[in-house]
């Protein structure tokens, strides 16, 4: 086929064959894509996208046809950027955004925006969204209430960009930064608050020790009417009994028991002999 009539090999169509072969290999090889796990592929028809999404894995296409593979894989970015809270404060924050492409939103991405997505989508995103939600807020809420304003910006971010085929798979906020003045402004309200407990705490010890000091006092005060009424009402009912069993004859007796043997001085019309003893002394 090659050789000439003498028997040589004609070189030029050697050459042509193997030319004629390669292209017809590179054809080939050009009807087949294999798209990597974690991709898909965008096929191009002479410069129209077609809506049909090419999963991992081999594939044969037409050979005037151009595949453009998108990654899918969960993205990281981080973005800088300003705000201004409820009382205008400027608040300076670091957001972390997690994202992917939409699988099956691969065509949609690429024939809105091409490859760079994330510097025309994602990113302006996250600052609208971040705007949008300071200014809700005031700098006092947005130290204080981080996990709620975070989770607010989480929804409001996926809420946005779903619909332009990126799934925000989570958001969080890396750092809140306020200006310095607004930083010192905090520090003294904090002391002072601080201050303020610290003055509360010592008045409320204070009333709970004279309170206790009160019921203290009382305590002992109705002891001590207890007792006083005790021995009053034991020493009546000593009384009572007392009265009770004495009579004439032992009264004279106990009369006579303390007589010192002297008679009285003066008599007035008396008929006992002892009116007029001292009882006290006759015990002597």
Request: glycine share 4%; with cysteine.
């Amino acid at each position: 086929m090659f050789k000439k009539k003498d028997g040589t090999f004609s070189v030029g169509k050697v050459i042509a064959f193997t030319l004629v072969l390669l292209v017809i290999v590179v054809a080939l090889l050009n009807c087949f894509v294999v798209i990597p796990a974690g991709d898909t592929g965008v096929v191009v028809t002479m410069g129209k996208i077609s809506d049909i999404v090419l999963q991992e894995g081999l594939h044969f296409k037409n050979p005037v046809q151009q595949v453009v593979r998108i990654d899918n894989h969960i993205n990281k970015l981080e973005v800088s950027t300003q705000a201004f809270s409820k009382d205008l404060q400027t608040v300076t924050a670091v957001l972390a955004v997690n994202y992917r492409v939409d699988k099956s939103m691969s065509h949609h991405v690429y024939k809105n925006v091409g490859l760079s997505y994330e510097e025309v989508m994602v990113v302006p995103a996250v600052h609208e969204v971040l705007k949008a939600v300071v200014a809700q807020y005031t700098a006092s809420t947005l130290v204080s209430d981080r996990s709620m304003v975070s989770i607010q910006l989480d929804e409001n971010i996926k809420s946005k960009l779903s619909g332009a085929g990126i799934v925000v798979e989570d958001l969080n906020i890396i750092d809140w930064d306020f200006s310095d003045e607004y930083i010192a402004a905090i520090e003294q309200k904090q002391v002072a608050e601080q201050n303020l407990i610290r003055a509360e705490t010592e008045k409320s010890q204070k009333l709970v020790q004279a309170q206790a000091e009160a019921e203290a006092t009382l305590i002992e005060a109705n002891a001590q009417a207890e007792k006083l009424l005790i021995e009053a009402e034991s020493q009546a009912e000593y009384n009572t009994k007392l009265s009770e069993t004495l009579s004439a004859e032992l009264i004279e007796y106990m009369t006579v028991e303390k007589w010192d043997g002297k008679l009285p001085q003066v008599q007035s019309g008396s008929s006992s002999p002892l009116i007029g003893i001292d009882l006290d002394k006759t015990g002597e």
